[in-house]
T-cell receptor, first 114, second 112 residues
Framework: DSGVTQTPKHLITATGQRVTLRCSPR?????VYWYQQSLDQGLQFLIQ???????AKGNILERFSAQQFPDLHSELNLSSLELGDSALYFC?????????????FGQGTRLTVV | TQLLEQSPQFLSIQEGENLTVYCNSS?????LQWYRQEPGEGPVLLVT???GGEVKKLKRLTFQFGDARKDSSLHITAAQPGDTGLYLC????????????WGAGTKLIIKP
């Protein structure tokens, strides 16, 4: 158990809809990262938050947004969903924003857009 | 743009054989991590290396950080079916604003 909790574990929705994925980081970790992983692909970095503020953006679509709340949990919002958005979405947290960053991953949310 | 190239992309070998997976870059990293991911699960951190030339051992797995901190290798001795998975390397450096730069992964299958 990594200590990172993601909900829901599975999500099936229709094209055009909007969903929210939730992540609770490990206790004490201030950094949260969101990743997308399509079938048999590597991890695509979407966005990072550190202590409530956006720290870095990766290949995140304009239809996607995220935020980190004062209690450090984070949400990833995906809107106007397309079939190609079907993927595993992972959240990771780390204690160190610099130096030897060690990321601890949640179990992921499997999103299926039909 | 910093890149981490992993090789091979795919490796299928028999139980008991040895193998090495490589993670190479033209950039210097302050630290490098190796993760293993099983299907449908999140990546799990195996090791972090921070010093050039550093060697770390985790049972049958040996990790090495290059002297120049630009590359790393993962060597598995006497591979077992339980070693099957996707192996990912990730590096962090000031040049990337301490973002984790990820390799594309090596898919390893160990056949009994």
């Amino acid at each position: 158990d990594s200590g990172v909790t993601q909900t829901p574990k599975h999500l099936i929705t229709a094209t055009g809809q909007r969903v929210t994925l939730r992540c609770s980081p490990r206790s004490g970790d201030l950094s949260v990262y969101w990743y997308q992983q399509s079938l048999d692909q590597g991890l695509q970095f979407l966005i990072q938050y550190y202590n409530g503020e956006e720290r870095a953006k990766g290949n995140i679509l304009e239809r996607f947004s995220a935020q980190q709340f004062p209690d450090l949990h984070s949400e990833l919002n995906l809107s106007s969903l397309e079939l190609g958005d079907s993927a595993l979405y992972f959240c990771a947290s780390s204690a160190n924003p610099v130096g030897a960053i060690e990321a601890f991953f949640g179990q992921g949310t499997r999103l299926t857009v039909v | 743009t910093q890149l981490l190239e992993q090789s091979p992309q795919f490796l299928s070998i028999q139980e008991g054989e040895n193998l090495t997976v490589y993670c190479n870059s033209s950039s210097v990293f302050s630290s490098l991590q190796w993760y293993r991911q099983e299907p449908g699960e999140g990546p799990v951190l195996l090791v972090t290396v921070v010093t050039g030339g550093e060697v770390k051992k985790l049972k049958r797995l040996t990790f090495q950080f290059g002297d120049a901190r630009k590359d790393s290798s993962l060597h598995i001795t006497a591979a077992q079916p339980g070693d099957t998975g996707l192996y990912l390397c990730a590096g962090a450096s000031w040049g990337s604003n301490y973002q984790l730069i990820w390799g594309a992964g090596t898919k390893l299958i160990i056949k009994p």
